[in-house]
């Protein structure tokens, strides 16, 4: 069987740069969910819980503003910070 590749730790916000973080970097699969999510329609408790590993039990403001917060970001990557990625090709 194939070694499972660890998902990298999620923090609560994203640490926001107009250019690519290290945290980006570790992070471009947990942004390309988030936005496969999104274009299925799925509903943000399921994500922030499957994608984002929150506990909406303990904290559903706080798990919210998670998924909200990495969402903003994938975004972003989408509309710039891809640029980033090109450039240092």
Known sequence: ????????????EVPWSDT???YDEAHFV???RLLD????????????????H???DANPVSARRCWEDHLARAHWMTRSGYRHLLESA
């Not at 069987?1 to 609560?12: E, F, G, L, Q």
């Not at 999510?37 to 984002?52: C, D, H, N, Q």
């Open 54 to 56: 929150r506990d909406l």
């Open 1 to 12: 069987m194939a070694n499972a590749i660890s998902a990298p730790d999620i923090a609560d």
């Open 20 to 22: 690519l973080t290290p």
């Open 37 to 52: 999510a999104e274009a299925e329609g799925a509903e943000w408790p399921e994500v922030a819980r499957v994608v984002l």
């Open 30 to 32: 947990t942004y390309v």
